[in-house]
């Protein structure tokens, strides 16, 4: 049997050898029966833990740690990281919507961050005072420019910068190089600052940079901040002086089920980016995502049937490559256990969704304790780009999401329902 997820690096466990496994004291065979599958589990408990264990590590400084909202949108994630003193890193005017309806006053903590922003969502943002426009070419602060100036109010800039840094990542997620299509090239900066220098519109409050996601080491990090901080002092010398560094998200996370002490990694991170900055005294603003929610959540789902192919057995459930694009789409790992562990022994397997796509598999080749036509299974590490990039494609109802606190069990998010899937569209 494959060993339990140690319940410091994760909140699934099974509390006792015969019992089915858990989300803290909550039992996912309870939930399943409740809400159904496939379903959404996720921890308060660790996502609270983890944002502490960002505001502990930078303690020392002035700092804002923005949650990265893609990675989990959930209203009721966003409202227990706002409650907390969490700042909050957008990418579209939705994603503003989100963090407005459940905290209107955290609209001071939002830094505007993605390559392709709209007049619309500029002015949105605008009028909603938030801290500053991560502002990625020169066109788009030439268009800042004009939304401040028309409405009148002054736009709070950073420019995100490319430092050319290497990170050890999957290739769709790397955004650090020249090559990429991310922020503005670095040896540009300076020009694009001083030119903006005496618009009474604009206000150069930062810079910022982001090398891209699941970066399992401090040391690329380090190199990207030596060469902002590095811009910094350039630029403070010519008389610009930023008040934020903006160091991004991207820290990762161990998929595997080893030993993971998250208090090292962020501490071990925090270090590193401290030193990068060199004797810089303004404020660090961090964007972590995956880090504080990917392990928090489980997708819970019901195996349809046990089928063989030849020489293949294939475990087909129900979820899908809908429900969860990470393996097909990055070849990402993600740990399957068996909700109510069978005794016997465990067996190669592909597990599979019933999508009409080959894509569409969770693990590939994979031992899994022995399971049988009705039991469940749990995707672990799944609370980071699960739900957040679901589809309904094949026509597939979009799973509910459950948030467990304590010894409680809510429902954040409703199973959809054959009207949501057919009502905005006309014949
Ligand atoms: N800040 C910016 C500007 C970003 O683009 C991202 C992620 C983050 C912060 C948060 O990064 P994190 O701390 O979560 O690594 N769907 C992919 C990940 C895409 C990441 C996109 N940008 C996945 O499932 O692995």
């Known amino acids: 049997m494959t060993q339990a997820p140690t319940p410091s690096s ?4 099974y509390p006792h050898a015969e019992s089915a496994l858990h989300c803290g004291k909550v039992s996912l065979e309870a939930l399943a029966r409740r809400y159904g599958t496939p379903l959404y589990v996720y921890s308060a408990n660790q996502i609270v833990e983890r944002l502490g264990l960002f505001q502990q590590a930078l303690r020392g400084r002035e700092h804002l740690v923005c949650y990265a909202v893609k990675a989990n949108s959930a209203l009721a994630i966003l409202k227990l990281l ?3 003193g969490a700042g909050f890193d957008i990418v579209s005017g939705g994603e503003l919507e989100r963090v407005l309806a459940v905290a209107p006053d955290a609209a001071e903590r939002v830094v505007f961050s993605g390559v392709g922003k709209t007049a619309a969502e500029i002015d949105r943002a605008l009028k909603a005072g938030i801290l500053e426009f991560n502002v990625e070419s020169e066109a788009e602060l030439a268009l800042l420019a004009a939304r401040a100036r028309k409405l009148k109010r002054k736009a709070r800039f950073a420019l995100r910068v490319n430092p050319d840094v290497f990170a050890d990542t999957h290739p769709y997620i ?14 540009q900066a300076r020009r694009i600052y001083l030119s903006v220098a ?6 150069a409050r930062g810079v910022s940079v982001h090398i891209g996601s699941q970066i399992c080491s401090a040391e690329p990090f380090g190199a990207a901040i030596e060469r902002v901080s590095k811009l910094v002092r350039q630029l403070r010398r010519e008389g610009i002086v930023l008040k934020a560094i903006d160091g991004g998200g991207g820290l990762g996370i161990d998929y595997h089920g080893g030993s993971f002490d998250a208090t090292a990694e962020v501490r071990e991170y925090a270090a590193a980016i401290e030193r990068a900055l060199d004797g810089f005294e303004g404020c660090l603003l961090l964007e972590p995502g995956r880090f504080l929610v990917a392990q928090a959540g489980a997708l819970v789902a019901r195996v349809l049937q046990v089928k063989r192919n030849g020489k293949k057995t ?3 459930t129900d979820a899908a490559m809908n429900d969860l694009i990470r393996p097909a789409l ?3 790992y993600h740990e399957i256990v068996t909700v109510r562990p069978r005794a016997g022994k465990s067996r190669i397997v592909d597990v599979v969704g019933p999508v009409c796509e080959t894509g569409d598999f969770f693990a590939r080749d994979r031992k899994l304790q022995p399971v049988e036509a009705g039991d469940l299974v749990a995707l672990l590490d ?5 739900m957040a990039q679901s589809s309904n494609y094949n026509s597939r109802l979009r799973a509910a999401e459950v948030l467990v606190e304590g010894a409680k069990a809510r429902l954040i998010r409703r199973r959809e329902t054959m009207a949501d899937l057919l009502g905005p569209e006309m014949v």
């Open 10 to 13: 994760r909140p699934f466990c």
């Open 82 to 84: 706002a409650d907390r």
């Open 174 to 187: 790397s955004t650090g190089l020249r090559e990429h299509k991310f922020g503005i090239d670095i040896r």
């Open 198 to 203: 005496g618009n009474r519109w604009l206000e």
């Open 314 to 316: 294939f475990v087909i």
């Open 330 to 332: 990055y070849q990402a």
């Open 382 to 386: 799944a609370g980071a780009y699960g």
